[in-house]
């Protein structure tokens, strides 16, 4: 099952991806479910087992047209990211580097402390001896 959070009519949502290109909205082919996708996989394999059931038996008014919908990203507000570098072969060949060995693993978390401001100034110095 794909699962999506996207915009309809104003409000946030979770969905699934139906084989036909269709968005379910699994809150209201199932009222039970939870509202935001963060609190939806906290609910495991009870949770999906539920989704799985309500994209089967959902009613009209929950399928909607993909246009219908604005696609937001799937985890919204991701505690952390793990990304691969290095990937694939082609990236190594443009970056001049060996293929590694391991996979090079690095973070991007969201919660890192930064100014509050917006407008930064980023300023460099050149010092010359």
């Not at 009519?9 to 509202?35: E, F």
């Amino acid at each position: 099952m794909k699962l999506v959070t996207f915009i309809h009519n104003g409000h946030s949502r979770i969905g699934a991806l139906a084989g036909d290109g269709k968005i379910v909205d699994l809150n209201r082919a199932d009222p039970t479910l939870p509202t935001e996708m963060l609190a939806f996989l906290a609910g495991g394999a009870a949770a999906q087992n539920l989704a799985e059931k309500a994209v089967v038996s959902a009613p009209s008014a929950a399928v909607l047209a993909r246009a219908a919908v604005t696609l937001q990203a799937p985890i919204p507000r991701p505690g952390k990211i793990l990304c691969i570098g290095l990937n694939y072969r082609d990236h190594a060949a443009e970056s001049n580097q060996p293929l590694p060995e391991y996979p090079t693993v690095f973070a991007k978390y969201n919660n890192l402390p930064l100014p509050l401001e917006r407008n930064r100034q980023w300023q460099t110095r050149q010092q010359f001896h």
